[in-house]
């Protein structure tokens, strides 16, 4: 394994457009993502109680950094505050999630400003709660991993906040987590014998990505969302047919479908004429608003309190929007395997994750095409699909191994401290066939994606 300080000695320069953050550091700027952050900033630009904080004692990890390690994870991208401790081994000590249902059923979705609240209301508790089930105490973990983006930046900064907290009040080394690379490794947690390369499709409330995971921090992306993800419509259209928000769109979604006639709307499936990878579902919201409207349905009578007729044109809508949205998926995934066949061979499994890889209708449906493209269809459990902490935890332990992670952060922050936040952040480079004129795509603020930084730091 390599050393942190190997890794510290590394100074690459990347393109400006790299270094866009470095604007920050100076007196300020700290927390760089574990993955590569002292490869990208030169020693020049770091701040000076972060350099010190690399200290002699621990330039030499003990056994346990070079062997069998436990690691908190800490996850607060959006609306679950979400903690968990899980050993190099696999074994997950302990796995604890505070969701905000009740919020996402006040807004109808997720409401950036509240879920901050709530997540700075519980995020104590949650992290307690993951070391007294763990039966641990901060002295017993080896490091702490936090996701520091994609996500809501005010949400991010709530995990980040508490991670740097017990990192530098116990002299532990951090881990900056990539959201999306997090929902893929899960899997490689619960399915022993998932090896690289293999092609993911990560599906959420805020993302739709298909990519090929060639290895460990080395990502090809083969699709994304150019608009609305799949798990956002889920959402608008189980609050515009007056379902119970209190699971989200997807599972309520699900449940009513199967009382309806999937074929009785007549909804056309996105991009039909784009042939790519990418996924729009801003067009089918559209739709099933329109179609919603025309049958006079009032999102204020709950389903509860419909009548027969009412509940079943409700029914009608909510079969045929899972249909589409589902389809359009299908496409996309069958296009992403044989693009993915083409630069690696060798692939044998398809990994879906990400909340609404939780519903079965859409796992079923992607088995089909995975079988019939001669693959396997890897899905994590439903509770590890979901925003969690052991997703995060086992990212860091699979980073950790090899030497990417950063020194503790400095046991007391300065007032003007200003955290690495990354809300736009591509996990891979994009497949040169994939990309799209899609007008929709937003490319302000992204940051360099984490593949290209983590192959930049591989050749210095």
Same mark, same amino acid.
């Given at each position: +394994?390599?050393?942190?300080?190997?890794?510290?000695?590394?100074?690459?320069?990347?393109?400006?457009?790299?270094?866009?953050?470095?604007?920050?550091?100076?007196?300020?700027?700290?927390?760089?993502?574990?993955?590569?952050?002292?490869?990208?900033?030169?020693?020049?630009?770091?701040?000076?109680?972060?350099?010190?904080?690399?200290?002699?004692?621990?330039?030499?990890?003990?056994?346990?950094?070079?062997?069998?390690?436990?690691?908190?994870?800490?996850?607060?991208?959006?609306?679950?505050?979400?903690?968990?401790?899980?050993?190099?081994?696999?074994?997950?000590?302990?796995?604890?999630?505070?969701?905000?249902?009740?919020?996402?059923?006040?807004?109808?979705?997720?409401?950036?400003?509240?879920?901050?609240?709530?997540?700075?209301?519980?995020?104590?508790?949650?992290?307690?709660? #993951?070391?007294?089930?763990?039966?641990?105490?901060?002295?017993?973990?080896?490091?702490?991993?936090?996701?520091?983006?994609?996500?809501?930046?005010?949400?991010?900064?709530?995990?980040?906040?508490?991670?740097?907290?017990?990192?530098?009040?116990?002299?532990?080394?951090?881990?900056?987590?990539?959201?999306?690379?997090?929902?893929?490794?899960?899997?490689?947690?619960?399915?022993?014998?998932?090896?690289?390369?293999?092609?993911?499709?990560?599906?959420?409330?805020?993302?739709?990505?298909?990519?090929?995971?060639?290895?460990?921090?080395?990502?090809?992306?083969?699709?994304?969302?150019?608009?609305?993800?799949?798990?956002?419509?889920?959402?608008?259209?189980?609050?515009?047919?007056?379902?119970?928000?209190?699971?989200?769109?997807?599972?309520?979604?699900?449940?009513?479908?199967?009382?309806?006639?999937?074929?009785?709307?007549?909804?056309?499936?996105?991009?039909?004429?784009?042939?790519?990878?990418?996924?729009?579902?801003?067009?089918?919201?559209?739709?099933?608003?329109? #179609?919603?409207?025309?049958?006079?349905?009032?999102?204020?009578?709950?389903?509860?309190?419909?009548?027969?007729?009412?509940?079943?044109?409700?029914?009608?809508?909510?079969?045929?929007?899972?249909?589409?949205?589902?389809?359009?998926?299908?496409?996309?995934?069958?296009?992403?395997?044989?693009?993915?066949?083409? +630069?690696?061979?060798?692939?044998?499994?398809?990994?879906?994750?990400?909340?609404?890889?939780?519903?079965?209708?859409?796992?079923?449906?992607?088995?089909?095409?995975?079988?019939?493209?001669?693959?396997?269809?890897?899905?994590?459990?439903?509770?590890?699909?979901?925003?969690?902490?052991?997703?995060?935890?086992?990212?860091?332990?699979?980073?950790?191994?090899?030497?990417?992670?950063?020194?503790?952060?400095?046991?007391?922050?300065?007032?003007?401290?200003?955290?690495?936040?990354?809300?736009?952040?591509?996990?891979?480079?994009?497949? #040169?066939?994939?990309?799209?004129?899609?007008?929709?795509?937003?490319?302000?603020?992204?940051?360099?994606?984490?593949?290209?930084?983590?192959?930049?730091?591989?050749?210095?």
């Amino acid at each position: +394994m390599a050393s942190p300080s190997a890794i510290s000695r590394l100074n690459l320069l990347l393109p400006k457009s790299s270094l866009v953050a470095a604007n920050f550091c100076r007196t300020q700027f700290q927390f760089f993502p574990t993955l590569y952050s002292r490869t990208i900033f030169p020693s020049s630009l770091m701040c000076n109680s972060y350099s010190n904080s690399f200290t002699k004692e621990f330039q030499n990890p003990t056994p346990k950094h070079n062997s069998y390690f436990t690691i908190l994870g800490i996850e607060t991208s959006c609306d679950d505050t979400a903690a968990a401790i899980v050993r190099s081994n696999g074994e997950i000590l302990s796995h604890v999630v505070s969701s905000q249902a009740d919020l996402l059923a006040k807004y109808g979705g997720v409401a950036p400003k509240m879920a901050e609240e709530a997540h700075s209301q519980v995020i104590n508790q949650v992290v307690q709660e #993951a070391l007294d089930k763990a039966c641990m105490t901060e002295k017993d973990l080896t490091a702490v991993a936090v996701t520091i983006g994609p996500g809501l930046s005010l949400c991010l900064r709530v995990g980040v906040q508490k991670a740097r907290q017990i990192a530098g009040s116990f002299n532990l080394p951090i881990m900056g987590i990539h959201h999306m690379e997090a929902h893929a490794l899960v899997a490689r947690l619960t399915e022993k014998d998932l090896q690289f390369p293999f092609i993911a499709l990560l599906i959420s409330g805020g993302h739709n990505l298909l990519i090929l995971a060639r290895d460990l921090g080395q990502y090809v992306q083969l699709g994304t969302t150019i608009d609305d993800a799949i798990g956002e419509a889920y959402d608008k259209t189980a609050k515009w047919l007056g379902l119970d928000m209190r699971r989200s769109g997807g599972p309520a979604i699900e449940e009513l479908a199967k009382e309806g006639n999937a074929k009785s709307v007549n909804f056309s499936v996105p991009m039909k004429q784009h042939k790519d990878c990418n996924f729009s579902y801003a067009g089918l919201k559209t739709q099933v608003r329109l #179609a919603i409207e025309s049958k006079k349905i009032d999102a204020k009578i709950p389903i509860s309190s419909a009548c027969i007729e009412d509940r079943l044109a409700r029914a009608d809508i909510a079969a045929a929007f899972q249909r589409i949205a589902v389809l359009h998926l299908e496409e996309r995934c069958e296009r992403a395997i044989q693009w993915a066949l083409k +630069m690696e061979p060798s692939i044998r499994h398809l990994v879906i994750s990400g909340g609404v890889a939780s519903n079965q209708y859409v796992r079923s449906r992607l088995d089909m095409v995975v079988k019939k493209n001669g693959l396997q269809l890897v899905c994590p459990p439903p509770r590890l699909c979901t925003d969690n902490g052991v997703m995060v935890a086992w990212t860091g332990i699979e980073h950790f191994r090899m030497g990417r992670y950063d020194p503790p952060p400095p046991a007391e922050e300065p007032e003007d401290f200003v955290y690495d936040l990354r809300p736009r952040w591509p996990l891979g480079e994009e497949y #040169a066939e994939g990309r799209s004129e899609a007008r929709s795509i937003r490319r302000a603020r992204l940051h360099p994606s984490l593949t290209s930084i983590i192959q930049a730091s591989s050749q210095q």
